[in-house]
């Protein structure tokens, strides 16, 4: 084989190496999401979470992904209406919740990713 064939195939190999080993972005560093942890089942669009940790991801100006804590489990890609967080929110991104009766899961109403900001209020077909 000529060298530049070897080094051809050198060079695929170590790109073939880097693509496989490269972890995917997350959440984990809340550039792009949150992670929470609920210790009673909530109820999302479609799902009921129950008590557990996991990663809600922004994918969009309406679009919101819930997955398991480590990202490695989709549970629902949800479409979402804007939400403006009231002036008088605490100092952290929040969750509101809608009051649920004393025999179903919360309802998660709004997911605000940022202090101030335009959150996510979640659709439910009733």
Do not use: C
């Amino acid at each position: 084989m000529s060298k530049l064939r070897i080094n051809l195939l050198g060079l695929f190999a170590l790109a073939v190496l880097v693509l496989f080993t490269l972890q995917p972005a997350s959440a984990q560093g809340l550039v792009n999401g949150t992670i929470a942890k609920f210790d009673e089942p909530v109820e999302i669009p479609g799902h009921v979470l129950p008590a557990g940790t996991y990663a809600f991801v922004e994918k969009g100006p309406v679009v919101v992904q819930v997955w398991d804590k480590d990202q490695l489990k989709l549970y629902a890609t949800l479409i979402t209406n804007a939400a403006q967080q009231p002036e008088f929110a605490a100092d952290r991104q929040e969750f509101e919740f809608k009051t649920a009766t004393p025999d179903s899961p919360k309802e998660l109403k709004t997911w605000y990713k940022e202090i101030g900001s335009i959150g996510h209020e979640f659709i439910y077909e009733k």
